[in-house]
C-alpha cells in the first residue's frame, strides 16, 4: 500500500481530474452502453475502467484497494496525458469528450 502522503497527493489528484459526480458518471455509462435493441444492466454498463471509477467515487480513502489505486493512477495519467487541464479540449472534439468522460472527466464542466 502507498505511504500516507502518495496516497493523499493520489487522491487529491483523482479527485481534480475526476471533475463528475457518481451520479452523473452513472448515467453517462448506462447512456453510453444503451443501444437500439439492447442495454446492459445498470450495473453491468460501461467499460471496467469507468465501473471502477464509479466505485472509488462511493469509498472513504480509508477503504481504498491497491487495485483502486493502481485505477486511480490509470485515470489520472489518461486524463493528463490526453488533456492539458488547463486547456481543455474544444466542444467539437466529441469523441475525446466522450472517451474522457467513461473514466469521469467531463472537459467542459467548468
Known amino acids: 500500500m502507498a505511504d500516507a502522503l502518495e496516497l493523499d497527493a493520489l487522491w487529491e489528484d483523482f479527485h481534480r481530474v475526476v471533475n463528475m459526480t457518481s451520479a452523473e458518471l452513472a448515467d453517462w455509462l448506462r447512456v453510453r452502453d444503451s443501444g437500439e435493441l439492447t442495454e446492459p444492466l445498470p450495473d453491468?454498463?460501461?467499460?471496467?475502467?469507468?465501473?471502477?471509477?464509479?466505485?472509488?467515487?462511493?469509498?472513504?480513502?480509508?477503504?481504498?484497494?491497491?487495485?483502486?489505486?493502481?485505477?486511480?493512477?490509470?485515470?489520472?495519467?489518461?486524463?493528463?496525458?490526453?488533456?492539458?487541464?488547463?486547456?481543455?479540449?474544444?466542444?467539437?472534439?466529441?469523441?475525446?469528450?466522450?472517451?474522457?468522460?467513461t473514466v469521469g472527466h467531463d472537459p467542459l464542466k467548468p
Open 44 to 101: 453491468d454498463a460501461g467499460p471496467p475502467l469507468g465501473q471502477h471509477v464509479l466505485a472509488i467515487l462511493q469509498k472513504r480513502r480509508t477503504d481504498l484497494t491497491g487495485d483502486d489505486l493502481r485505477a486511480m493512477r490509470k485515470v489520472v495519467d489518461t486524463v493528463t496525458s490526453q488533456t492539458d487541464l488547463e486547456n481543455e479540449p474544444a466542444a467539437e472534439d466529441t469523441r475525446l469528450r466522450h472517451r474522457l468522460m
